[in-house]
């Protein structure tokens, strides 16, 4: 199936191939003596190989987003493979008060809410989590 997808994105005029939740397929890989996932592990392989024949000055380019980098196989961040890693870290205390200012002014809520408070209660809070309070 991946390469199906790399070749149907060469025969385009322009392509943008997204993989979210990459860890799922490119996990680092183990041998815990029962054979693990082959279908997971033989996906990750035939997608690293893509990206070995990959030129990135072609018409494709591939984008991955990951909550867990710290899980992803070495092989698959290898230099040539993957060529830049932009992280989005959480959001300060700035961006968190944004964030609730935002998700309130879809709601009917009282006018005089302290939102910088409410965001300096939720330290290391996700934009997600934010929304659900």
């Keep these: 199936m991946v390469r199906e997808l790399f070749e149907m994105a060469r025969n385009k005029k322009a ?3 997204f993989f979210d939740e990459i860890n799922t397929i490119g996990g680092a890989r183990f041998d815990d003596g029962a054979g693990g996932d082959n279908e ?11 990206l070995d024949g990959f ?5 494709i380019k591939v984008l991955m987003a990951t909550n867990r980098p710290d899980i ?9 493979r993957l060529d830049r890693k ?8 700035k961006g968190r008060t944004h964030i609730f200012r935002i998700h309130a002014s879809s709601m009917n809520v009282e006018r005089d809410i302290r939102f910088e408070l409410l965001a300096r209660l939720c330290p290391n809070s996700t ?7």
């Design 15 to 17: 392509c943008l191939i």
């Design 40 to 50: 997971v592990q033989r996906t990750m392989l035939e997608l690293i190989n893509q």
């Design 55 to 59: 030129d990135p000055r072609e018409n």
């Design 72 to 80: 992803l196989d070495p092989a698959l961040m290898r230099p040539g």
């Design 86 to 93: 932009i992280e989005f870290g959480l959001p300060d205390l």
């Design 127 to 133: 934009g997600a989590e934010i929304r659900s309070v």
